[in-house]
T-cell receptor, first 114, second 114 residues
Framework: DQQVKQNSPSLSVQEGRISILNCDYTNSMFDYFLWYKKYPAEGPTFLISISSIKDKNEDGRFTVFLNKSAKHLSLHIVPSQPGDSAVYFC?????????????FGAGTRLAVHP | EPEVTQTPSHQVTQMGQEVILRCVPISNHLYFYWYRQILGQKVEFLVSFYNNEISEKSEIFDDQFSVERPDGSNFTLKIRSTKLEDSAMYFCASNDGGGANEQFFGPGTRLTVL
């Protein structure tokens, strides 16, 4: 089941630069997308989300872009900080209600180095 | 800040034994979930629970699995007869179902089946 794909298993970025994490999906019924951050031995921590009626959502250093026609979303982190080093998961949920299961991508490990 | 808690953090059991994983969701949340992550794999949805019944379950969630909300605060996942392939991190999550899909995850229980 490859409904949500994160094709880059890892990304290395210098501190202060932009980190861009990408995610593709195949199911047109998804209408809500989320990014989670995960440190080792911890649960996923919610970062930012976007509804399919929008193409951009911003929260501080984090911006998520959604391109529905391409079924693609990306997370931009500017500026990147060493504390951002973690695994980032893209997740998608279907239409209607707040009780939908989340379908996760495989994750991208981000390393921000000084 | 309210958070989802899970106990135990690590459970070791023998194949064929029953285990119960415990979760305390955020107190005003109405929707509860279990996910699992086998080492090196994606976070996978197991089951969602609302109003004292299962809303949805995945094909992983077979007759060996059950969930219960025994009181006003706990949410449990029981595996009746564990198999080696049940070894994974199990995450509990909750949300208030208010139209958005952000789910808040606990730190996880690492289940090791020997």
């Amino acid at each position: 089941d490859q409904q949500v794909k994160q094709n880059s298993p890892s990304l290395s970025v210098q501190e202060g630069r932009i980190s861009i994490l990408n995610c593709d999906y195949t199911n047109s019924m998804f209408d809500y997308f989320l990014w989670y951050k995960k440190y080792p031995a911890e649960g996923p921590t919610f970062l930012i989300s976007i509804s399919s009626i929008k193409d951009k959502n911003e929260d501080g250093r984090f911006t998520v872009f959604l391109n529905k026609s391409a079924k693609h979303l990306s997370l931009h982190i500017v500026p990147s900080q060493p504390g951002d080093s973690a695994v980032y998961f893209c997740a998608a949920a279907g239409i209607s209600g707040g009780y939908n299961k989340l379908i996760f991508g495989a994750g991208t490990r981000l390393a921000v180095h000084p | 800040e309210p958070e989802v808690t899970q106990t135990p953090s690590h459970q070791v059991t023998q194949m064929g034994q029953e285990v119960i994983l415990r979760c305390v969701p955020i107190s005003n949340h109405l929707y509860f979930y279990w996910y699992r992550q086998i080492l090196g794999q994606k976070v996978e949805f197991l089951v969602s629970f609302y109003n004292n019944e299962i809303s949805e379950k995945s094909e992983i969630f077979d007759d060996q699995f059950s969930v219960e909300r025994p009181d006003g605060s706990n949410f449990t996942l029981k595996i009746r007869s564990t198999k080696l392939e049940d070894s994974a991190m199990y995450f509990c999550a909750s949300n208030d179902g208010g139209g958005a899909n952000e789910q808040f995850f606990g730190p996880g229980t690492r289940l090791t089946v020997l």
